[in-house]
């Protein structure tokens, strides 16, 4: 039978707010869940670092300043990955590269295990990135958004012109050693998200979040999961922040309404067919074991 893995990635940041309001909020909303479907309902938590051109700005990294709170989750069954940030090098270019490794041997210094997951801060993943995080050891990345983005002229991103992201079909790829878009041998597979979460902040009939994606969320889903049958596995990857659950200044109330429409998502997908709620590392696994050794003629 075949499987659709439906993951909720963190991209773990914030102020202490978000961090003491928002992720409570959401761990909540999970245990709701799991308490009325019988089922784990397991997060991935890449968790975040800091640099800055300025030497008299520093940041503690997410697992310096909250380190307790993701170790009791890693020990309930979540995965603990890494979202380093950053800065722009002489071109006004983001890049993430030079910090990588610094930052994965900081999280396991800090008792966590060696990650297997990662998404660079801001999506700057380019290949000389790929080939960072295959030398240090990674197997999964979740980073690649296609397209261009460039704020106050530094460029955030920017991937060669390329069809691979589907707007509905964002499907997991082994990613190629010399453009970040394409298929190839490289040690590192890509996840392409398919959904925020903050899409649920909007009725099905209001305008899209992202332009890149097509067809309100739950729509986007169910059309993957009818088409599940195409390929053994599939992964259907939702990435939030810890904020998104709050409503923006000044209340910082509980972002109600996309909660409960999310929270209602998740216990219906429970009870269709095929349908496993997965870490991404768990998910990409299954996917390459079952689904890329068939493609390439291997035995599954």
């Known amino acids: 039978m075949s499987t659709i893995h439906f993951c909720l990635l963190c991209h ?6 978000d961090f003491t309001i928002g992720l409570p909020a959401m761990l909540k909303l999970r245990e709701r869940v799991e308490r009325q479907t019988g089922r784990k309902v397991p997060f991935t938590w890449t968790l975040g670092t800091y640099h800055f051109n300025d030497p008299e700005k520093n940041q503690l990294s997410v697992f310096d300043e909250y380190g307790e709170i993701f170790k009791e989750l890693l020990e309930r069954g979540d995965e603990i990955g890494l979202h380093p940030h950053g800065i722009p090098d002489e071109n006004c270019v983001m890049k993430i590269d030079p910090f990588i490794s610094a930052d994965t041997k900081a999280l396991q210094d800090a008792g966590f295990p060696k990650p297997n997951t990662i998404v660079v801060g801001t999506w700057s993943l380019y290949p000389s990135t790929v080939q960072i995080i295959e030398q240090e050891g990674y197997h999964v990345d979740s980073s690649v958004a296609g397209g261009k983005q460039v704020q106050d002229g530094i460029v955030i991103y920017e991937y060669p012109p390329d069809d691979t ?16 878009l394409r298929s190839g041998d490289s040690g590192v597979i890509e996840v392409p998200i398919s959904g925020h979460v903050t899409e649920f902040g909007r009725g099905e009939e209001e305008e899209l ?6 067809h309100y969320i739950t729509k986007r889903f169910k059309m993957r999961w009818e088409r599940r049958e195409e390929i053994p596995v599939d992964v259907f990857e939702v990435f939030w922040h810890p904020s998104e659950a709050i409503e923006n200044w000044p209340s910082r109330n ?17 009870t269709w067919e095929g349908v496993q709620f997965s870490t991404v590392y768990d998910a990409t696994m299954d996917w390459n074991h079952r689904t890329e050794d068939v493609l390439s003629g291997k035995s599954a």
């Not at 773990?12 to 707010?17: F, R, V």
């Not at 972002?255 to 429970?270: A, C, G, H, V, W």
């Open 12 to 17: 773990t940041e914030g102020t202490a707010d």
């Open 165 to 180: 992201l589907h707007a509905v079909w964002r499907r997991p790829y082994r990613i190629a050693r010399d453009n970040v």
């Open 209 to 214: 979040v992202w332009e890149f994606f097509e």
């Open 254 to 270: 509980l972002n109600t309404p996309m909660l409960e429409r999310f929270e209602k998502f998740l216990l219906q997908i429970s």
